[in-house]
């Protein structure tokens, strides 16, 4: 299964002698740092259990949420517990920013910031999702309390790998000669990548949406007495 590899992935990093740091820690004067990066498009029980083999190899990452997403919803229950078995495993929470969502993106922040902090406590970071070349150019309005994942210490200073799109369309981390060297990293990890079985990552998607069929009509008949008995 994919998180085998996963774990192996993380496993090269430790050898090699990387420290796991989260954005909050990392210092621009040290060497030998790994800032992991999750940013959760899809699922959270699989951000769950990517966190929580992290946790049994002493790993630290940062674990970023939409609030607004048709794939979750960030005020069930469920979720809500799931969220904060991930902070209590000593990972780092936060924000994951759709700006495409409002008119004004400045505004359009400090709005979900507000919620997603009275939900689960202040935050130190953000990422962006699927941000644009403005945002990758930098940008002036974050808090300044507020760290931002693509903020040139984090994206330009050092080497930023992503395993977006499914695959390491730059190179695997581990064969890069900044890795070599040990010098610092950000790495983005995606978990639908490696808690779904599937070689390509079209089969990923099509094993998660079975997952996601299966979990919805249970969640439907704990609801719905029509359901429940259709199914039992």
Not at 71 to 93: C, F, P, R, V
Not at 125 to 140: N, Q, T
Not at 185 to 213: R, S
């Amino acid at each position: 299964m994919n998180h085998f590899k996963y774990k192996e992935l993380l496993e090269a990093f430790l050898t090699q002698g990387y420290y796991f740091k989260k954005f909050e820690e990392f210092n621009v004067t040290e060497s030998c740092q790994v800032v992991l990066r999750h940013d959760i498009d899809f699922n959270v029980q699989m951000a769950f259990k990517m966190a929580t083999l992290e946790k049994d190899l002493g790993v630290k990452s940062t674990y970023y949420f939409l609030l607004a997403s048709d794939s979750y919803n960030l005020l069930s229950k469920e979720t809500s517990d799931s969220i904060k078995a991930i902070q209590d495993m000593g990972h780092s929470i936060g924000l994951h920013f759709d700006p495409s969502v409002y008119v004004d993106e400045k505004i359009g922040f400090e709005y979900e910031l507000d919620l997603f902090e009275r939900r689960y406590g202040q935050i130190s970071s953000m990422s962006f999702h699927r941000p644009s070349k403005s945002v990758l150019e930098g940008i002036d309005w974050l808090p300044k309390r507020i760290i931002g994942a693509y903020q040139s210490k984090f994206f330009s200073d050092i080497t930023y790998i992503s395993d977006s799109q499914g695959a390491f369309r730059y190179g695997h981390p581990c064969e890069n000669e900044m890795f070599k060297l040990c010098q610092n990293m950000q790495l983005l990890i995606h978990p639908i990548w490696w808690m779904t079985d599937g070689a390509l990552p079209v089969e990923k998607i099509q094993q998660f949406l079975k997952l996601n069929t299966s979990c919805m009509s249970e969640h439907v008949a704990r609801n719905c007495i029509p359901w429940k008995s259709h199914v039992e």
